[in-house]
């Protein structure tokens, strides 16, 4: 889960890059609190939400916090990458692409969604 400053940039940012990887656009739910909530579900039963802050505070970027997303291909990874710019994000540490590991070589790319939080597709090869 992260949160959001403005909740209608964040659907149309993350329906765009979780749609280039397969995911169906947000289920929008309103917490008992009366805050909206962003529910984004796979197939894999995995959940992503983005909310606006319970507590009505500005919403921040945890430090050192990746969220990491799977993605079936280095193809995939470059999509999300391109997507995630196209629709407001920042591009950030080295250009997409495979790096070296003690898994072996991964294909990733890092960005930031319009609200600073810190996003990686990642694949591992099979």
Same mark, same amino acid.
């Given at each position: 889960?992260?949160?959001?400053?403005?909740?209608?940039?964040?659907?149309?940012?993350?329906?765009?890059?979780?749609?280039?990887? &397969?995911?169906?656009?947000? $289920?929008? =739910?309103?917490?008992? *609190?009366?805050? $909206?909530?962003?529910?984004?579900? =796979?197939?894999?039963? /995995? =959940?992503?939400?983005?909310?606006?802050?319970?507590?009505?505070?500005? +919403? !921040?970027?945890?430090?050192? +916090? /990746?969220? +990491?997303?799977?993605?079936?291909?280095?193809?995939?990874?470059?999509?999300?990458? %391109? $997507?995630?710019?196209?629709?407001?994000? $920042? *591009?950030?540490?080295? %250009? @997409?692409?495979?790096?070296?590991?003690?898994? &072996? !070589?991964?294909?990733? +790319?890092?960005?930031?969604? @319009?609200?600073? =939080?810190?996003?990686?597709?990642?694949?591992?090869? &099979?």
């Amino acid at each position: 889960m992260v949160g959001s400053n403005d909740i209608e940039r964040s659907r149309r940012f993350y329906d765009a890059v979780l749609g280039a990887l &397969g995911t169906e656009p947000a $289920t929008v =739910n309103m917490a008992g *609190s009366g805050h $909206t909530r962003l529910f984004y579900r =796979n197939e894999g039963g /995995t =959940n992503f939400v983005v909310t606006q802050p319970i507590d009505d505070e500005p +919403a !921040t970027v945890a430090n050192g +916090a /990746t969220v +990491a997303f799977s993605c079936d291909s280095p193809e995939q990874v470059a999509l999300f990458h %391109a $997507t995630a710019v196209e629709h407001g994000g $920042t *591009s950030i540490e080295d %250009a @997409p692409g495979p790096r070296s590991s003690a898994m &072996g !070589t991964i294909h990733l +790319a890092y960005v930031r969604d @319009p609200d600073g =939080n810190k996003l990686c597709g990642i694949h591992f090869p &099979g």
